[in-house]
């Protein structure tokens, strides 16, 4: 295998540092700042952070433009001093009343207008932080019952947003992060495929591409190595979210080979062999910590991430290729399977 180069470069969002609550339960650790959140992040070593538009400005829709601009401008100069760039922004369209049935796809027009709007403020608030790049997770684009929405005009729907979008900046670039459920029954942009699929229909095919979460791949049913192989395969994979997901249940966001180490492998394996990395990408963690984490161990889940990532990157690149495929041209396949589970466990 060519070997890569390019020195991975590793980011997580201030949402990441969470406090435990879940459907079920409150916290099980105090809420902290978001100056103590990059001072943990300085102390991690990690290189970039990933926001959503009200991580930079929180209460975001109750602030005037001057407002939002001083307030980004005072997170920005915060980033600078500590060396830590800002690889995207999100507008989180999943909290206000005016998201409650759907944002872009929303049956309400001044809500499909409010969402519009609230991205627009988003790419602006990029722009100052310095990163061209926008991350759509769809959270609430789809339907909990089929008869409540029009899936034909959704496409539309979010076809116009993006096309707003783009025409709003003409450097942005868009990244979709499917996901096929949760919060929704079902999502309308499940699979990176999807995803794709949209990015065609707008105005600027060029700037629309993909973030491929791990677990969101395990949810659809599909193989998260096999997503990335595949949108590396059009040159759309602008962002990453590496984590780990046992099965089909709740979005769980474990740490990163968590669940399933060969699964893991395979994802930096494929990473490897198309230069993940070599266009500035990032490597992002989208975990979060085991509801019982005490304080004193709240950081562990992306130092650990980070680590089982760089292992497996030694992984792969100690794999022996030439002996994989002399076993892949007889067809042994009994023999590759021995091979890469000795190889993990390290024999
Ligand atoms: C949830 C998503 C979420 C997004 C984030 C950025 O399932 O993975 O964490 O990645 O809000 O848009
Ligand atoms: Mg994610």
Redesign the pocket.
């Known amino acids: 295998m060519k070997k890569n180069s390019a020195h991975y470069r590793f980011c997580f969002?201030p949402?990441n540092l969470s406090e435990g609550a879940d459907p079920y339960g409150p916290p099980t650790r105090p809420a902290q700042s978001f100056d103590w959140k990059l001072a943990q992040m300085k102390k991690l070593g990690f290189d970039a952070m990933?926001f959503?538009d009200d991580d930079v400005v929180p209460d975001v829709d109750a602030k005037s433009e001057k407002q939002i601009i001083a307030e980004t401008r005072e997170l920005k100069k915060k980033l600078f001093d500590a060396g830590i760039a800002a690889e995207m922004v999100?507008p989180?369209l999943w909290f206000s009343p005016k998201t409650i049935d759907g944002a872009y796809t929303s049956n309400d027009p001044k809500h499909r207008q409010y969402a519009i709007d609230r991205s627009r403020r988003t790419i602006d608030i990029a722009n100052l932080l310095g990163t061209d790049l926008i991350?759509l997770?769809l959270?609430r684009e789809g339907s909990y019952l089929r008869e409540s929405k029009n899936a034909r005009k959704s496409v539309d729907y979010l076809v116009q947003a993006i096309d707003k979008m783009l025409a709003h900046d003409k450097r942005v670039r868009i990244a979709i992060?499917p996901?096929p459920n949760?919060p929704m029954d079902h999502a309308y942009v499940p699979t990176i495929g999807h995803a794709l699929a949209v990015a065609n229909l707008t105005r600027d095919p060029k700037r629309v591409g993909a973030l491929i979460?791990s677990a969101?791949c395990t949810l659809a049913g599909l193989d998260p190595s096999d997503e990335i192989a595949f949108a590396m395969s059009f040159g759309k994979l602008w962002s990453l979210?590496l984590n780990d997901q046992n099965g089909l249940k709740f979005?769980q966001d474990k740490p990163f080979g968590s669940a399933n180490l060969r699964g893991a492998f395979n994802q930096v394996r494929v990473l490897e062999q198309n230069h993940y990395g070599s266009r500035g990408e990032y490597v992002c963690f989208?975990v979060h910590p085991f509801r019982p984490t005490k304080v004193e161990h709240w950081l562990a889940h992306l130092d650990n991430s980070r680590r089982t990532f760089l292992k497996l990157v030694e992984k792969a690149r100690s794999y022996d290729e030439a002996k994989a495929a002399q076993m892949i041209a007889d067809r042994n396949y009994q023999a590759l399977d021995q091979y890469v589970i000795e190889h993990l466990l390290g024999k």
């Open positions: 969002g949402w990933m959503h999100a989180r991350v997770w959270a992060e996901k949760e979460e969101h979210h979005d989208d």
